[in-house]
């Protein structure tokens, strides 16, 4: 199983350490450039994101959710019953009124284009005008600049650290850092495992590509570029990002990503349908009928590998993909 239950988590974890503090308040953190201070734990909290929502359900939190918003897949299986019994204040985009409705003691935010500077939800001064605090993931805006590009341009790699930072930083606010702890060392431990097995393979010469969607299905793809999640599950797994735009998601036209040829293409797969090429389906019929992407040897030899189009965000489900795509490169061949 990908993911494991928190109940699980816990149980090992209280047999391995003590519990850790209780979170002492009021608790003041840096925020993306933000000073934020919590009197307390939150009673209740409205997501703005799934990456938020599902990191809440992981810490055992789901009961303080009153809400959420902007989906791009089903929740993970583990929470269905949860998340069912959860107001969704819209697939997308929420509007401001509708979250301040619910009267919340804390916004819970995936991207800082949602709720920032020119955030399209509101900006983080005007949920502060209105007494409620908002915390963004860091790993959204801890070496990364989300004015440049439409999904905002990295100036370090991505790493783990800033997920890892999110769930610490959240399980504070709420007051269950044990449960943080336990979340943050299983992960960890995935993490390391599906590294170490493809180190094993040795891999020298290999690359690759992601590709999320496009706005056509016949016209250039948005694919990963070389310093987000994606770049960092590829260089952690031995594999070159034939792209070099330090963009989150630039436009790169298939000429281009043909004359690289990538040894793998990765490709999303998601319940979002705002594309045609939303459907992973519909990305694989057409590498193999387009003229210029069925000569790619990537595509000729079947070195396909779909994972979950979430996971290609700044998520939990990160290392669920990172493990998907350890588990396909042996069956590949790619010495």
């Not at 269950?176 to 960890?188: I, Q």
């Amino acid at each position: 199983m990908l993911y494991k239950s928190l109940a699980v988590l816990m149980a090992g974890s209280a047999l391995a350490a003590p519990a850790l503090a209780e979170t002492t308040y009021p608790l003041q953190l840096q925020n993306c450039g933000v000073e934020v201070s919590f009197p307390k734990a939150p009673a209740s909290t409205v997501t703005v994101g799934q990456a938020a929502t599902e990191i809440l359900y992981s810490l055992g939190l789901a009961e303080k959710v009153t809400g959420t918003s902007v989906w791009f897949t089903e929740v993970l299986p583990e929470y269905k019953s949860a998340n069912d019994q959860i107001e969704r204040l819209a697939d997308n985009d929420p509007s401001f009124e509708s979250v301040v409705a619910k009267r919340p003691e804390l916004i819970s935010i995936q991207y800082e284009w949602h709720v920032g500077p020119q955030g399209i939800v509101a900006t983080r001064e005007q949920f502060a005008d209105v007494g409620i605090p908002t915390y963004i993931l860091p790993a959204d805006c801890t070496g990364k600049d989300n004015t440049v590009g439409s999904d905002g341009t990295r100036s370090a790699m991505f790493t783990m650290d800033g997920i890892y930072q999110g769930v610490t930083e959240l399980a504070a606010i709420f007051d269950v850092a044990d449960r943080g702890e336990a979340l943050v060392t299983d992960l960890k431990s995935r993490e390391t495992a599906a590294i170490d097995s493809a180190k094993a393979l040795g891999l020298t010469d290999a690359s690759a590509v992601f590709w999320f969607s496009s706005a056509e299905m016949d016209i250039d793809p948005y694919v990963a570029g070389r310093k987000g999640p994606p770049a960092y599950m590829m260089n952690a797994l031995g594999l070159k990002n034939i792209i070099e735009s330090d963009e989150e998601w630039p436009v790169v036209s298939w000429e281009t990503i043909a004359r690289a040829n990538p040894s793998v293409i990765v490709i999303a797969k998601m319940d979002r349908r705002r594309f045609e090429a939303d459907d992973y389906e519909k990305k694989i019929e057409f590498l193999k009928s387009d003229p210029v992407t069925k000569e790619m040897d990537a595509v000729k030899n079947d070195r396909i590998v779909v994972i979950d189009g979430h996971s290609m965000d700044p998520s939990i489900r990160n290392i669920a993909a990172l493990e998907v795509l350890a588990d396909a490169l042996p069956k590949f061949d790619l010495k």
